[in-house]
């Protein structure tokens, strides 16, 4: 394993911890990953900078997801797919932001700057999925953004939380992406 891969599972698994006690101490979120103290503070002095260092290791993700996911060459249906795809295999990650992101965040030059270029590259697939009719236009495309991060942050809190199956919960954001809460029309009898 590399130290890039072991950082990479210390970073999920503290999310997580986080996540799970959120008052947790840097000693109570050491034994809840499995590493000692000393390592914890190796890694990260206090708890601002724990945080901080997770949020910019979830920008770093996020990003590359949008890269991952070729926002601004494949069909937009194939990239909202893999855009979907790639949110939810780093669903920790989401739940860590769910549970961690606050008004005041957007305050935070040094978290905001590891963000910068997401929200841009979100809306500018959104744009080109509308230009090229694949994307309803009655709604901006920053709209279609914000309603694409609702639904997968949403469906990811509604897995955590019991309240849906993990299996399926790709399709179901698709569709509902795709297509809405409209039920089908009714077929004419005959």
Known sequence: MTDDAGHERLLVALALAMVDQPRAT??????????????????????????????????????????????????????????????????????????????????????????????ETLDAFFLRGQREGAFRVDIPAAGLSELFLAVITSMVDAERRGRVARLGIAQMAEQMMLHGIAAEPARAPG
């Open 26 to 119: 840097l000693q109570e979120l050491a034994k809840a990953v499995g590493v000692s103290k000393a390592t914890l503070y190796r890694f990260c002095k206090t708890r601002d900078q724990l945080v901080l260092r997770l949020m910019t290791h979830c920008a770093q993700v996020m990003k590359q997801t949008l890269a991952d996911s070729h926002l601004d060459c494949a069909a937009p249906p194939e990239a909202l797919r893999r855009l979907i795809e790639q949110h939810l295999a780093h669903k920790e990650l989401t739940v860590f932001l769910i549970y961690n992101w606050k008004p005041d965040t957007e305050l935070d030059a040094a978290i905001m700057s590891s963000w910068s270029g997401f929200q």
